[in-house]
């Protein structure tokens, strides 16, 4: 089961103190049942690496630009330097940078330009609230899986994350049954493929998430961010 930090834009330096309970957890616990990743913003990266350096848990960045090459590029950072700093894995496709304007196709460079780096990627996908109504949900996970992934022929590094946009920061969940159906489809469409549950995921709600048995793990936002309900969330996935 992969349990998968997102720290969004939160954190600073003190906030590194929040990853010794999870160093020490990590330790003891079923070690070769959990995969623990921190993606932690892009200006901690180096630092969280450097503090996980002989754990077993991973760091992993929440987005790049799509070239591979240095450039003239103000703000930008490409995925090689992210896997210089110590990420292993990278977030893309998350849907507050869909909001932002990144659409399928830049979505698909970046995911190319980062296989090229050597990152493994937790692509996430999900449709709003009103594709959801319209009953346009599979449509809409197709067309952001077929173009997500064009021309990516190797999808072995590839860990996709459902996340519904509506179910994101806001407390909401969908039905569990939605959420099987949903998965399977989704493992249907990439043949072999690792898939994820996120949006609210809480210490309360993954008792009942837990018990999806398609689902092979969590990106976690909010309630990643307090290593109490981080380890809580591990915790109760396995009772
Ligand atoms: P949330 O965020 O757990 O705060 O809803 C999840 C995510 O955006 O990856």
């Not at 990743?37 to 630009?65: E, M, R, W």
């Not at 992210?82 to 977030?91: H, P, R, S, V």
Request: aromatic share 8%.
């Amino acid at each position: 089961m992969y349990f998968v930090a997102n720290w969004k834009m939160f954190g600073n330096f003190k906030s590194l103190n929040q990853l010794d309970k999870v160093m020490t957890f990590a330790k003891k616990f079923k070690k070769n049942k959990t995969k623990l990743i921190y993606c932690p913003p892009a200006t901690l990266i180096n630092a969280v690496s450097k503090k996980l350096k002989f754990t077993t848990i991973d760091v992993g960045a929440q987005n790049c630009h799509q070239g591979l090459n240095y450039g003239a590029n103000t703000g930008q950072i490409n995925s090689y330097m992210l896997k210089d700093a110590g990420a292993k894995y990278i977030i893309l496709g998350h849907s507050e940078n869909r909001q932002l304007g990144e659409d399928n196709n830049l979505i698909n460079l970046k995911i190319r330009s980062s296989i090229k780096s050597g990152l493994k990627i937790i692509f996430c996908i999900g449709e709003t609230l009103s594709q959801k109504r319209k009953k346009n949900t599979k449509k809409i996970l197709s067309k952001q899986i077929i173009q997500g992934l064009k021309n990516v022929s190797n999808k072995r590094n590839i860990i996709i994350a459902y996340e519904p946009v509506w179910a994101i920061g806001s407390g909401l969940i969908p039905k569990e049954t939605e959420i099987f159906d949903i998965v399977s489809f989704i493992k249907n469409k990439v043949k072999g493929s690792k898939v994820l549950y996120g949006g609210s995921v809480n210490t309360n709600n993954i008792n009942l998430l837990k018990k999806i048995d398609n689902v092979d793990g969590f990106l976690i936002g909010g309630a990643s961010q307090n290593s109490n309900n981080f380890i809580d969330i591990i915790k109760k996935t396995f009772i």
